[in-house]
């Protein structure tokens, strides 16, 4: 008897040719590169053994119920798994693959190329050279922040964080400072200081956020923070939008409170075009491409069908999340 199995979405080559080897599960999908509709989504998981699902799509108790009592497994192309219903999933003992480290470096290279066309202003420069603002070579025109002396601050010292990290280390960075529930022993490698999230925030002249979403981070960046940022700091996020009141970074931004912002990750996903983030010359806005490389997707992918096949056949899953 062939399992069933539900995708979200088009994968890439890797997924599809590893599944259809197997010959264990029969797969339908929803055959687009745009999202699933909700009710196609519960239609296509009824009676489903197996899930393989994006950041995109919410797995919660309705998507449970929709599959039933055969589902044992959710793939999800993703790190993060805030998108998923954990606490009901682990009590119904749903097995879940994720896709960490394979994607540390796509993403921490990612976000070193935001902050720094954030902190040296690319994308306005890019602007003005296409629309005839570039009338000479000026002084003091364009001018932005350096890496070389600074004090970078990294929320959530976990895999990717250390990767951006060893990553700003190579800039001349002088002090790297890093919060989080615990202090990490990998943080010796980059001479991290493990500071409380006040002192990081105070103190440095990037913040990069590269923690998960969770209950305690939900919010985290609001009113309060961004005001104890200085003046002349700038503002990464990379993990999740959630994390940041964007009402309250539009206010930093927007009133000079803190120089500049660089976002992978918003809320919503898209965000409006009309969105007022988008009006700001001091916000660059990326549509959350962190492991976006060929060779990433095509390695997650296939570690996703990895994931998806374990749990199928009750075997160890390559990435099994297990927290
Ligand atoms: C990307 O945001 C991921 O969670 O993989
Ligand atoms: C976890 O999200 C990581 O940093 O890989």
Redesign the pocket.
Known sequence: LMMKVFLTRRLPQEAATLLSQAEVCDVSLWDSDEPVPRAELLKGVKGAHGIVCL?SDKIDVEVLDAAGPNLKVISTL???FDHMAMDEIKKRGIRVGY?PDV?TDATAELTVALLLATARRLPEGVEQVKNGGWSSWKPLWLCGYGLSGSTVGVIGLGRIGLGIARRLKGFGVKRLLYSGRTAKPHAAEVDGEFVTLDTLVAESDFVVVSCSLTPATQGMCDKAFFSKMKKTAIFVNSSRGSVVNQEDLYQALSSGQIAAAGLDVTTPEPLPTDHPLLTLKNCVVLP?I??ATYSTRGVMAELCARNLLGGLQGTDMPSELTS
Do not use: A, D, P
Request: glycine share 22%; charged share 0%.
């Open positions: 950041l993703s790190v993060g896709t994607l959350h962190g492991s």
